[in-house]
């Protein structure tokens, strides 16, 4: 494998970039952060991207210690990608990155792909800023998605990831489980949100704030827990 191209900056911005400033990776990143993917999934879910670049990107991803390759046991039988420690380490990264992008993002192209679960860091942002905590079963015209609200960071990283950078005042935190993942929650979930393709691209935007869609009622809130009822109540 060829040597990592660099800045050659003495800077920990420039280091970092020298990472994931490459086109595709930090998308990479927020696919991953659902946890493993096998390359077929990936591919499908980065629409645009070759084959041959994903690969490139995927391997840089390993050399550095952001992600990991491996085969899941029988029945499954497939190889998977999953993050490192370093890698979803970047979640702050990539969540302060989509804040900052919000006014990009204007109304929907029609070149634009979408996949419901890219709303998931966007809503994640949302409900974390109210304060909630739980495992919030999304509905939205485009398909189903899980998030995992106000979790707490992982004891320890596993043994076998790449150590993470920690300091004393911007040290990112590494977490255990999978932020986001498609579908219907693996377990019951605290509420369930069911919101229209407008109102959930409006709150991506930035321009619907999560608590007044609540409260106007542009959000159907399921569930009898106390998650549940903080959302209904706003």
């Known amino acids: 494998m060829p040597p990592r191209r660099s800045y050659d900056q003495y800077c920990s911005a420039a280091r ?6 490459d086109r595709w990776t930090l998308l990479i990143v927020r696919e991953l952060l659902a946890g493993p993917r096998r390359y077929t ?19 840089d991803m390993e050399r550095d210690g952001l992600a ?14 999953e993050l490192t420690a370093r890698g979803s380490a970047l979640l ?5 990155f989509g804040a900052w992008g919000e006014a990009e993002l204007g109304e929907r192209r029609p070149t634009d792909a979408v996949r419901a679960h890219w709303f998931a860091l966007p809503l994640l942002r949302a409900l974390e800023g109210l304060g909630v905590r739980g495992l919030i079963e999304v509905h939205l015209d485009e398909g ?3 998030v995992r609200a106000g ?6 990283a596993p ?9 004393p005042v911007y040290a990112a935190p590494v977490y255990a489980a999978p932020v986001y993942g498609d579908g219907p929650a693996p377990t019951p979930a605290d509420a369930r ?6 109102v959930s691209e409006a709150v991506a935007r930035g321009t619907l704030p999560l608590l007044e869609a609540l409260r106007a009622g542009q959000v159907t809130v399921e569930g009898e827990g106390p998650v549940a009822k903080a959302l209904r109540e706003g």
Do not use: C, I, M
Not at 16 to 21: E, F, M, R, T
């Open 16 to 21: 970092a970039l020298d990472l994931v400033g």
């Open 41 to 59: 999934d990936l591919h499908a879910d980065l629409p645009g991207v070759s084959t041959d670049v994903l690969a490139s990107r995927l391997k």
């Open 68 to 81: 990991t390759r491996r085969r899941l046991p029988p029945p499954g039988a497939a190889t998977v990608y």
């Open 92 to 96: 702050p990264v990539l969540q302060a």
């Open 144 to 146: 189903d998605f899980h």
């Open 151 to 156: 979790r707490e960071p992982a004891d320890s």
């Open 159 to 167: 043994a076998d990831s790449a150590p993470v950078y920690s300091a």
């Open 193 to 198: 949100l069911t919101l229209t393709t407008p």
